[in-house]
């Protein structure tokens, strides 16, 4: 396989968990063929330096791949910012790119299902984004990979084309929803899209992925996804800038190579009712779980 996508990789102050990262990263099949971008913010406060300083001594040891190159930011600039500057310069130099954060686990296929995607879809405008990770679906009788409306963030890729219709601006993309199209993006609510882009506006957040999602949504995009997982997220232990100690996405990474891909750029109604199931599961144990912390509160508070 000719002109492999370059890999970037965006760390801040999780050493160990970039260490992880970067082991899984090196034992896929085509690491020594890739070119490694890897994008370290600069520190927030004094108390982040050491660490800071510690991942950028690591990434100058690092072998296996082509070529790596480290880029050290001297300023804090946040993820978001580091992730869509960071991109935006990768698919200008090499027309497409593999997206990884510092707390991502691989498959030994992962880096081969990612460039053999974006080789078959090169030219599809309708295909936006190719995701890696997949949660724990119940459906047995999915195919090995299918397209779907939403993107995930946990290991992905895109190319040039698609990136450029990146929509940085939420009142730009709020302002084409109507009460329909908030239905469908947030999955039937299911799923608190919505509420991530009003709270992006609000300044409670600062997600570079739900405006990203947002924008493939609005342009009847699809994105590309694995049935069985080909990323597992270690950064839910409560480290992470936007992570909290969460185990219903956890899951087993597929140790099988992606052989079979969808020749129809529709999205597949089974996956998307085995997506949506999952989700409504994950909101009623989230509310299950709610409900029993609220009652162990009154019961302390009544023993008191």
């Known amino acids: 396989m000719q002109n492999l996508a370059p890999i970037a990789l965006f760390v801040y102050n999780r050493p160990e968990h970039t260490r992880r990262t970067l082991s899984y990263l090196q034992k896929n099949q085509l690491a020594e063929n890739s070119r490694l971008f890897i994008f370290s913010d600069g520190p927030k406060t004094e108390a982040d330096k050491p660490k800071v300083e510690q991942i950028r001594q690591l990434a100058k040891t690092i072998t296996g791949f082509k070529s790596v190159k480290l880029i050290e930011r001297t300023e804090n600039i946040g ?14 130099d090499y027309g497409k790119v593999i997206v990884f954060e510092d707390d991502l686990l691989s498959s030994p296929y992962t880096l081969q299902y990612f460039n053999e995607a974006l080789d078959r879809y090169s030219t599809d405008e309708k295909v936006m984004h190719i995701g890696a990770y997949m949660y724990n679906l119940k459906a047995p009788n999915l195919p090995q990979t299918f397209f779907y409306r939403a993107a995930t963030s946990w290991g992905w890729a895109t190319w040039a084309r698609a990136w450029q219709h990146f929509e940085p601006n939420v009142d730009t993309l709020m302002q084409q929803f109507d009460k329909s199209k908030i239905n469908a993006f947030s999955i039937e609510g299911t799923m608190n899209f919505w509420k991530q882009m009003q709270q992006f506006k609000a300044g409670k957040n600062n997600s570079w992925a739900i405006r990203w999602y947002a924008s493939i949504f609005l342009k009847n995009g699809l994105t590309l996804n694995p049935a069985q997982s080909l990323i597992q997220n ?10 909290n100690n969460e185990d219903i996405y956890q899951v087993n990474i597929s140790r099988q190579p992606v052989t079979d891909f969808p020749d129809a750029l529709q999205e597949n109604v089974q996956a998307y009712q085995a997506i949506k199931q999952f989700l409504k599961t994950r909101k009623g144990n989230l509310w299950q779980r709610g409900v029993r912390f609220i009652m162990q509160m009154r019961d302390k508070y009544l023993k008191n």
């Open 79 to 92: 993820l978001a910012n580091s992730i869509i500057s960071g991109v935006t310069q990768l698919v200008n």
């Open 234 to 243: 270690i950064g839910h232990d409560g480290t992470g800038v936007h992570s």
